[in-house]
């Protein structure tokens, strides 16, 4: 049996990593700023979150959500008390996707009504729901169009309240930053008036935190630089450090019924007892006060490379756009200074989403490494 071949790869083959590096099958040693899309927010393998998952699979790895399982309690308290979120209830699932699967379900549930209204050149996921309200036709199969959705501009709120005047909207969904597709965000002046039509009109605002969660914007959740309270929150990236995992945030107003939703595998005692090392390494380690500290530094850092025309985004989650294509850079980063960057459907935004963990000295090698490509280049 072969592979079905659906991603582009990079001649890479990692086989090793600790904190922001990784070492591939030749013994290279590259520099981490991409992270797998965002997904490592504690730093590889780290020797707490390895000794916790040992642990865990000695005594329970699996079993279904037909029985107690407390670790999910204690994910839900811990997770609360972090995020300052512990008005929500939890929802374990296994992916952002899914997560955003989980949302839209229960807001539809609760109003009766199925469109969506969601945002120019946003991503929210592959599955059903989840991808007709992603703004990309290459991955929006026949069978997924017919879910009823409707893009909008960012910042527009008068055609947000335009669609919400025809009264069939369940819900509005958002990210806290834009991901892949390339690192625009709201206002906060925006973002305080989606809340208040969403109340207006009992529509369900739910704030897409999958990448932009778990501290990487330099608060828990990016949302919480606007000063909002979503009715629905998911995440998944961060959450797990590489092990699957994805959550829904519901509002304590929103009431649950048995049945609802579900899942095989989500909040699985392997998985919470990741999620919960996770939390436990950000909070002893200070890991959102870093962040801060670093996007504080690479900002003035970045300065140097003259040919830089914005810099996007918050935190460790920062695009920096040219006025040319960067492939060419991104795979000069990779073979030839060992570093790990992303790209986005903007084909001129590099994105940097390094762990949470990330030093000054780390940020000094990758500014260095693009000064020389970018020598070179003009």
């Given at each position: ?17 600790r904190g922001s590096y990784v ?215 961060g959450m797990g450090n590489g ?119 780390q940020i000094d090698e990758f ?12």
């Amino acid at each position: 049996m072969n592979l079905f071949n659906v991603y582009p790869l990079y001649n890479v083959t990692p086989v090793k990593s600790r904190g922001s590096y990784v070492w591939d099958d030749n013994n290279t040693k590259y520099l981490d700023l991409y992270g797998g899309h965002g997904v490592i927010s504690i730093g590889h393998s780290h020797p707490y979150y390895i000794e916790k998952l040992k642990f865990q699979l000695n005594q329970i790895g699996f079993y279904s959500n037909s029985v107690q399982n407390p670790l999910q309690v204690k994910l839900a308290e811990k997770l609360g008390k972090i995020s300052a979120c512990d008005n929500y209830n939890l929802f374990l699932c296994n992916s952002g996707a899914e997560a955003n699967e989980n949302a839209l379900k229960t807001a539809s549930f609760i109003s009766g009504k199925k469109r969506v209204i969601a945002f120019n050149n946003s991503f929210h996921g592959r599955t059903s729901a989840a991808v007709a309200v992603t703004d990309n036709s290459n991955i929006n199969a026949p069978i997924n169009q017919q879910q009823v959705v409707t893009f909008l501009p960012l910042n527009k709120i008068d055609l947000v309240k335009n669609e919400l005047e025809k009264e069939d909207v369940c819900a509005i969904i958002i990210e806290g930053i834009q991901g892949v597709g390339g690192l625009d965000e709201g206002t906060t002046d925006f973002f305080k008036k989606l809340e208040i039509v969403c109340k207006k009109n009992e529509v369900m605002l739910i704030l897409d935190e999958i990448q932009s969660g778990y501290g990487r914007s330099g608060k828990f959740f990016a949302f919480q630089h606007h000063g909002i309270n979503p009715d629905i929150i998911t995440t998944a990236k961060g959450m797990g450090n590489g092990f699957p995992i994805g959550a829904v945030l519901l509002s304590n107003k929103i009431e649950a019924k048995k049945g609802m939703l579900g899942t095989t595998f989500g909040g699985n005692h392997l998985a919470c007892s990741a999620a919960i090392s996770v939390l436990d390494i950000i909070e002893k380690e200070n890991l959102i006060d870093n962040v801060n500290t670093i996007s504080a530094y690479f900002l003035e850092k970045i300065k140097e490379v003259p040919l830089i025309k914005k810099v996007k985004g918050r935190g460790l989650m920062l695009g920096l756009e040219f006025e040319f294509d960067i492939a060419e850079i991104r795979k000069k980063l990779i073979f030839d200074k060992h570093i790990f960057t992303g790209g986005a459907a903007n084909k001129k935004l590099l994105r940097i989403l390094p762990p949470l963990s990330v030093t000054k000295k780390q940020i000094d090698e990758f500014v260095d490494a693009l000064k020389g490509i970018l020598n070179e280049k003009s």
